[in-house]
């Protein structure tokens, strides 16, 4: 009864797993609700193990077991940073809870560390693969010649293939840009069937379990006499050797070139051409009267001299000036409309690193902290539509955009929006936005991935064309 409650266990953490690294499919909410349950699980994995926890200190350790202990003990140390991490920038289950970890440090951790886990999980799964597929093979060994052959190289080859596909998925994904905190938020592609999303994910958890698997076969007791077999097979069959070394060293080599190449792009600042970016086109809107209004970490933070666009997050450079996201794509609408435009700007200004912006913003949302507004504010009277361009931080508008719409008297206009992300889409903003303004949002909105924007105006026009 007991090890089918821990398959059962054990099967559901997997599932778990698999399905929070795809936050577009729950929200926040249920995201956090799901963690929780995954965590919850995770406890009453360790007690029915707690035998195995009870023998790490004793006996002796060989290569297997030393293997076998490391994995394990990455996995509960991850999982123990990402419920804390998750607690600490929580919105809603433990929104309560004070816990002395910045929201924006809490972030990094959670993204690096989530992505971490997951491949350790399934390393952890590698680890019990044998046992698991215990029965299976009993059945394809008791199978009559040529058929047992013949199952068992397809099931081997669609191993391999998996793997291969596992190796393209992982960086495709950019597990690594993660691991190594060198990507500040979660990538989604809301366009992506959400099949795709499940294939990758499924192969790099399979490239997990097959490389685990044959190096946990390897390690295990009898490590030399392994050694001894592979030097005398390698000797005896020379030239098949030769050329496997060969065809293991050049896709070794690809790989590095072309990771390398890969993670590089990470490190580059995002170079732009504003020209090139905002289009010709435009748009006869009727004799509509319309404002464009824009929030952007440009012109309300005080950056560093020598800040990355790319830990900006939210920034591009031109000619080593920086420009924001929201204010080119704000930009983008004033070219297709011809409405007038106004940039918003605070007395406050925010931090130049990205991931202190991300903890102030936080603390801004939870205190009820009423910005100062710098400038003249625009008098709307005029205007019988409003487009209001923001990015989207932690899953709805910034404070700063709320306390503007706020203030501002919107009764009787049409007001559009236009969100930038990370991969979070709308999150709650639009919902948020409806609440607290007296005009009339519509339900034609558009949101644009971060690293997308420069090649927004085609899309923006689109949109514009719809209204």
Known sequence: MEKK??????????????????????????????????????????????????????????????FQTVINSLLGIGV??????????????????????SAGTARSIHLI?????????????????????AGAGRRIQAMRKPWRGILTGFLRVLAVGVA????????????????????????????????????DYAAIMGLCIFVTHYVAKFLRPGLRNRFAGIAAGYKEHTVKSVILTVVILAACTAAV????????????PVEMNRSKAIGTETVDMGGRRGIVISFTRVGNTDFAPDVDAVSGASLMEENGQLIGNAG?????????????????????KYSSSYGDTISEARAEMNSGFVPTFTGE????????????????????????????VKQAD??????????????????SSIGDLKEITSGTVSDQKLEIMDQDVTDAYPKVLEWIRSW
């Open 5 to 66: 409650v821990k398959i059962i266990i054990d099967l559901l953490m997997t599932i778990g797993m698999f399905f929070l690294m795809g936050m577009r499919l729950t929200g926040q909410m249920w995201h956090e609700i799901a963690g929780t349950a995954v965590f919850l699980l995770f406890i009453i994995h360790h007690i029915l193990n707690r035998k195995w926890i009870r023998a790490v200190p004793k006996g002796k350790y060989n290569a297997y077991r030393v």
């Open 328 to 348: 080119l794509l704000g930009d983008m609408v004033q070219q297709i409309t011809g409405f007038d435009r106004f940039g918003i700007t605070v007395e406050k």
């Open 80 to 101: 123990l940073l990402l419920m804390l991490s998750g607690m600490a920038m929580s919105g809603y289950i433990f929104k309560w809870l004070p816990l002395p970890l």
């Open 164 to 199: 291969a596909y596992g190796v393209l998925a992982l960086l495709n994904r950019k597990f690594f840009s993660y691991i190594f905190g060198k990507v500040s938020y979660a990538y989604v592609d809301y366009d992506e069937p959400i099949l795709w999303f499940f294939l």
């Open 410 to 427: 919107l009764s009787g206009k049409t007001i559009y929006c236009l969100v930038t992300h990370g991969g979070s889409g709308f999150g």
């Open 257 to 268: 070139i072309y990771g390398g190449r890969y993670i590089k792009r990470h490190y580059v």
């Open 113 to 133: 560390v989530s992505h971490a886990v997951y491949l350790v999980m399934s390393m952890h799964i590698g680890l019990h693969f044998a046992a698991m597929i």
């Open 377 to 404: 504010l625009p008098d709307l009277s005029e205007y019988d539509t409003g487009v209001l361009v923001f990015p989207l931080w932690w899953w709805t508008m910034p404070v700063p955009v709320k306390e503007y």
